[in-house]
């Protein structure tokens, strides 16, 4: 089997190739997938086993039950269906979520938290649609990040997985390699396939800019607002869940621009003292994203002008 023919042929975001699309897709799977099983035998993950295992059949099932749902209701045939291949690449924007809503969240043994978190992740790509022109819609927010971000708010009994816990069984040099591993392959995905770094170096600077910022109006030393940059969970939402493909603007302005508001946004709301900023900060950004592309389309589809036409009388006057 080669490369070629275990990539579908199906452009699924307009003006996107959608073989790079699907390579990311498993580059990130593989990632998150190495990092969860690392994290549970040799890191220290302090979530139980069974939290990564049902977050991923939650989402899994839900990716499969709202495609068929929706086929049936368009009439057409599931993207599953025609045979494994398409079956299996169904299933990383499944397995992404489920891994990230078990890595991020932490329910102590209640179960169906998380399985509340991957399945409304999934469910997020059908509800909250946007238009992107050509007939076509796209979802708006990043599955995972409304998923936590809707668990932490709803059920305020969970909270965020202890940032400790991505290095809690290794010392020394170990504490800085981890990060910086997970940095370099974040970076290199996004350089060679998904065309997101304009976005991602626009939020590093941002998130700087609203640091220094803090740090001369409260009169506190300026290294204080970088200490989330040294966890790996900080480095894991600047990769993986900010510069999502699926739900971020295409060209390097509006990319720019869409970093910048989610630091901004950030920035505001440590200042007011709300917690969970940073899932905040990005669905707010996605949101008012969703609620412009609603407005351009309306504009587009507005009607013209009827054009003016000279009075006869005028005319032979003129």
């Known amino acids: 089997m080669t490369f070629e023919t275990f990539l579908p042929t199906l452009n699924f975001y307009p003006n996107r190739n959608p073989k790079l699309r699907f390579f990311a897709l498993w580059y990130f799977t593989i990632l998150i997938t190495v990092w969860t099983i690392l994290g549970h035998t040799v890191l220290g993950f302090e979530q139980s086993y069974a939290l990564p295992v049902v977050s991923v059949a939650t989402a899994v099932a839900m990716q499969y039950l709202l495609e068929w749902v929706d086929a049936r209701a368009n009439r057409r045939q599931p993207r599953f269906s025609g045979g494994l291949i398409p079956a299996l690449n169904m299933l990383p924007p ?168 989610v630091a901004a946004i950030y920035g505001m709301l440590f200042v007011i003292h709300v917690v969970f900023g940073l899932f905040i900060a990005l669905c707010a950004t996605s949101a008012t994203r969703g609620a412009g592309l609603y407005i351009l389309a309306a504009w587009k589809q507005r009607p013209e002008a009827p054009a003016l036409v000279a009075h006869p009388a005028a005319s032979a006057a003129d």
Not at 131 to 158: C, D, E, K, R, Y
Not at 189 to 206: D, E, I
Not at 210 to 226: E, S, T
Not at 248 to 260: E, I, S
Request: hydrophobic share 55%.
């Open 94 to 261: 499944a397995i992404i979520p489920g891994l990230a809503c078990a890595m991020l969240i932490y329910p102590n043994s209640r179960l169906w938290a998380v399985v509340f978190a991957s399945g409304l992740s999934i469910a997020s790509k059908v509800l909250f649609r946007a238009p992107v022109g050509n007939g076509q819609t796209q979802h708006i927010f990043n599955p995972s990040n409304l998923g936590i971000m809707a668990t932490l708010l709803l059920f305020p009994w969970v909270g965020l997985a202890p940032p400790y816990q991505f290095t809690e069984n290794v010392t020394g040099a170990w504490d800085w390699v981890i990060p910086g591993i997970i940095l370099l392959a974040g970076i290199f995905v996004h350089a060679k396939f998904t065309g997101r770094l304009p976005l991602v170096m626009a939020w590093l600077a941002g998130f700087a800019a609203q640091g220094l910022i803090r740090a001369a109006v409260f009169g506190m030393p300026w290294v204080v607002p970088f200490v989330p940059v040294t966890s790996a969970a900080f480095t894991l939402f600047t990769l993986f869940m900010i510069p999502d493909p699926a739900t971020t603007p295409l060209k390097p302005w509006r990319q720019v621009a869409f970093g910048v508001a």
